[in-house]
């Protein structure tokens, strides 16, 4: 029962990696330091070989407790995780484990090589201890899903933060217009008011000059008649 529970839980995990990565596990004779040996090549096809390397390295150290650093000695960028149990691959012994990450298109493809007292982990090596590869590429190949999916969640709320700075700026923008409008509509108000009230006052003075100029006039009649 314990088995096909981890074999069901294995399965959504690889679905889940192929949704997500569209990697697969292929195995091919591939030149090392130590000769071209049957390597485990892990295609990701859209992840950079920078995360990939330092995922790898965290990944190795975390799971497995095993310092992952540059092979002495090579120029390859090649790199050396030694004398550590593998479960599944190790059968009681201790594995030394060689990798590389390189470049392939807009992704990255990580090379293994997993030297047992054996041989290299090879489907003709072994069967079993292939499969336990496999697994533990995959389970790496979700690790990385799981922080290019992180990477991805961080930088769409980045740009939904940016967006809502964009709205809020846009809200203020609008309620800076309204004010505006409002300032300009209360200043018409009172221009109009102010016009209205001229009107009044220049009817009012226009009056005042007529009732003036028949003073002038009586004033005027009465000297002539001096």
Do not use: C
């Amino acid at each position: 029962m314990k088995d096909h529970l981890f074999t069901l839980t294995f399965v959504t995990l690889l679905l889940l990696a192929a949704a997500t990565l569209t990697g697969q596990v292929t195995t091919q004779q591939q030149m090392m330091s130590r000769g071209n040996n049957d390597a485990l090549v892990l295609e990701l096809p859209s992840a950079q070989s920078k995360q990939v390397e330092d995922l790898w390295e965290d990944y190795l150290k975390d799971n497995y407790k095993v310092r992952t650093g540059k092979t002495k000695k090579v120029r390859t960028g090649e790199l050396s995780s030694l004398n550590f149990e593998l479960p599944g691959v190790s059968a009681g012994s201790k594995v030394d484990m060689y990798s590389q990450v390189r470049e392939v298109g807009s992704g990255s493809e990580l090379m293994v090589w997993i030297a047992t007292p054996d041989g290299y982990v090879s489907p003709a090596l072994n069967r079993g201890q292939y499969l336990e590869a496999e697994k533990m590429l995959m389970r790496f190949a979700l690790t990385v899903s799981r922080e290019q999916t992180a990477e991805d969640v961080d930088s769409q709320e980045g740009r939904l933060k940016d967006l809502e700075k964009e709205l809020d700026r846009l809200r203020k923008d609008k309620e800076r217009a309204e004010k505006d409008i409002a300032d300009a509509q209360q200043l018409i108000a009172e221009r109009e008011a102010e016009i209205q009230q001229n009107l009044l006052d220049q009817e009012t003075k226009q009056r005042e000059i007529e009732t003036q100029m028949r003073v002038v006039e009586q004033v005027k009649t009465q000297l002539k008649e001096y």
